[in-house]
C-alpha cells in the first residue's frame, strides 16, 4: 500500500509540481519594476491603529480659507478621508463614492456623521479645497449643511502628526503620491473606531462604523484583508488583485488537503 502511496503523490506532483513552482517563482522573484513597486508598497499601508486617540489640538485651513482646531469639528462621529486635491484618479473616486453614498445612507451628515477631507499634500491650498467640495457637493441629491463636509489643508507638521496618528503611510513620487485608498471612522472625541477600505464603499459599512462611532465602540476593520490580496498598481495608482498570490496560495492548499486525504486513506 505504501508503494500505491507514493505513486500516487509522485503522479500528483509530477502533474502540478511545475504549475505551482512557476507561481511561487513569479511570486518570489518578480521582475525589477514588480519588485520596486512592492518595496514602494510596504511603505504605503495603513497601520492599524484602531482604539488609539487622534491628536485633536491640531490646526488645519478649510476650504473658506478659515484656520479651524480639529477640535472644533469633533462634535458627532466623523469620516476621515486622506487625499491629496491634484490626484489624477483614485482620491476622486474615494470622493465620488462618499458624495453618492451619502444619498443611499438614512443617517444624515450633519445630524448623525460629519465628513472631514484633508489633504496630505502641504502644497495644496484652500481655493483648491473649495473647487473640489463644489465638483463633490453637486454629485449630492440631498441637501445638506455646508460645514457637514469640510475640506481641509494643512502644513508639513499638522498633517504628519494626523497621519501618523491614523497610521496612514504615503510616499511622494515626482508631482505626485503613491498612498493607500482608505476612510478612517473616529468617535466624536477622536477615537479611531474603524478602517473603511476606498474600494466598492458599501453602505452598510459606514452605517455599521457610524453607529459603533457613537458609541465609542472599536469595529471590525478589513484592511488586513486588503494588503492580503491587492497589490499596488503604481502605473494605474491603484490596487489590484494580486492573482499569483492568491493562486499560489490556492494550489498550496489543495495540495496539503489532497496529501492528508491520501495519507487517510493509505490503508
Not at 101 to 122: H, V, W
Amino acid at each position: 500500500m505504501r508503494i500505491v502511496f507514493l505513486r500516487r503523490i509522485f503522479a500528483f506532483l509530477g502533474k502540478y509540481l511545475p504549475i505551482i513552482t512557476i507561481l511561487l517563482i513569479s511570486s518570489t522573484y518578480p521582475l525589477k519594476a514588480h519588485t520596486d513597486a512592492m518595496e514602494e508598497r510596504k511603505e504605503v499601508i495603513i497601520e492599524d491603529r484602531t482604539g488609539k486617540f487622534i491628536p485633536l489640538d491640531l490646526d488645519f485651513t478649510d476650504e473658506n480659507g478659515k484656520v479651524v482646531s480639529i477640535k472644533e469639528l469633533f462634535k458627532k462621529p466623523v469620516i476621515l478621508s486622506p487625499v491629496y486635491f491634484s490626484c489624477p484618479n483614485v482620491c476622486n473616486l474615494l470622493l465620488e463614492e462618499i458624495a453618492r453614498l451619502i444619498d443611499k445612507m438614512e443617517a444624515e451628515p450633519g445630524r448623525d456623521y460629519s465628513i472631514i477631507t484633508f489633504s496630505f499634500d502641504e502644497n495644496d491650498k484652500p481655493e483648491k479645497a473649495l473647487e473640489k467640495k463644489r465638483i463633490f457637493q453637486k454629485i449630492i441629491k440631498k441637501k445638506i449643511p455646508d460645514d457637514s463636509w469640510k475640506f481641509l489643508t494643512g502644513d508639513r507638521e499638522s498633517i504628519k502628526r494626523l497621519t501618523d496618528a491614523i497610521g496612514f503611510n504615503f510616499k511622494r513620487k515626482g508631482d505626485e503620491f503613491i498612498h493607500p485608498v482608505s476612510l478612517v471612522v473616529l468617535s466624536s472625541d477622536g477615537k479611531i473606531i474603524r478602517y473603511v477600505p476606498g474600494k466598492a464603499l458599501l453602505p452598510f459599512d459606514l452605517k455599521m462604523a457610524i453607529a459603533e462611532a457613537s458609541e465609542g465602540r472599536t469595529g471590525a476593520t478589513i484592511n488586513k484583508v486588503l494588503l492580503l490580496c491587492y497589490s499596488y498598481d503604481p502605473q494605474g495608482r491603484r490596487y489590484v488583485l494580486n492573482i499569483t498570490r492568491i493562486g499560489g496560495v490556492i494550489i498550496l492548499l489543495s495540495l496539503a488537503g489532497f496529501s492528508i486525504f491520501l495519507l487517510r486513506n493509505r490503508s
